[in-house]
């Protein structure tokens, strides 16, 4: 059974940081592409960042990119989100996700707000 389990919200100020954790079970994150979403109020879900199978390359979206950074950890089957620089604009809720099979698993969320 596919699960992703994201963890590491909370508040932060302007300029601050955040690492995100999403936890996998039911799968190899190694062996995948996961990725990072995330959702401002009121608007619609985006795009953050991806890694490839194997961690042989990332992307991201163009709002996050020089600030944001992908990794895994096989040993834990985790994926993290190193976030830097935050600023109000990057306050969401941010979610990962994988496909496994034909089948596209997301976790449940955890909310990030950026605020003086």
């Known amino acids: 059974q596919v699960q992703l389990v994201e963890s590491g919200g909370g508040s932060v100020l302007p300029g601050g940081s955040r690492r995100l954790s999403c936890a996998a079970s039911?799968?190899?994150?190694?062996?995948?592409?996961v990725s990072w979403h995330r959702q401002p109020p009121g608007k619609e879900r985006e795009f953050v960042a991806r890694l490839t199978p194997l961690g042989v390359s990332t992307s991201y979206g163009e709002s996050v990119k020089g600030r944001f950074t992908i990794s895994r950890d096989d040993a834990r089957n985790t994926v993290y989100l190193q976030m830097n620089s935050l600023t109000p604009d990057d306050t969401a809720v941010y979610y990962c996700y994988v496909m496994v099979g034909s089948r596209g698993y997301w976790g449940q969320g955890t909310q990030v707000t950026v605020s003086s």
């Open positions: 039911g799968f190899n994150v190694s062996n995948n592409f």
